[in-house]
Every structure is written in structure tokens, then in C-alpha cells.
């Protein structure tokens, strides 16, 4: 699933630690997440959403486009 976590990562300023830290998991999981090799749980998926003030499906494409 694409995602543009890099981006609005970026965009605050923020390491993939700081945004692990954020949403209560390693810096590992969001590695994987950015990398397209692990796709979050909806719970996980709302968190990441909710940190960024967006929609799940403004930060994740299931089709992959």
C-alpha cells in the first residue's frame, strides 16, 4: 500500500523515531510503513492519520497508484 508518510514526515520536520514516538511504536515499524514492506493496522493506520490531521485515505492508497 503506497503511503506518503515520507512526505508529511518531512514536511514536520520529524525522523521516523520522532513519529514512531508519536504513535506508540518503533522506529522499525515506520521504516517498514515509508518502505511499502508492511502494511499498518487500521488502529495503527488512524493513529498516522490523526497525527497528520488527515484521512486514512489522504496518507494511504490501497491500489497502490
Known amino acids: 500500500m503506497n503511503n506518503d508518510l515520507p512526505e508529511r514526515r518531512a514536511a ?4 521516523q523515531a520522532d513519529l ?3 504513535v506508540g511504536v518503533s522506529r522499525q515499524t515506520i521504516n517498514a510503513i515509508e518502505r511499502d514492506r508492511y502494511d499498518p493496522s487500521l488502529e495503527l493506520a488512524f493513529a498516522l492519520a490523526d497525527h ?7 496518507a494511504f492508497d490501497p491500489d497502490g497508484s
Not at 12 to 15: A, D, H, P, T, V
Not at 52 to 58: L, M, S, T
Request: glycine share 8%; proline share 0%; net charge negative.
Open 12 to 15: 514536520r520536520g520529524m525522523s
Open 20 to 22: 514512531a514516538a508519536a
Open 52 to 58: 497528520f490531521d488527515c484521512r486514512i485515505e489522504d
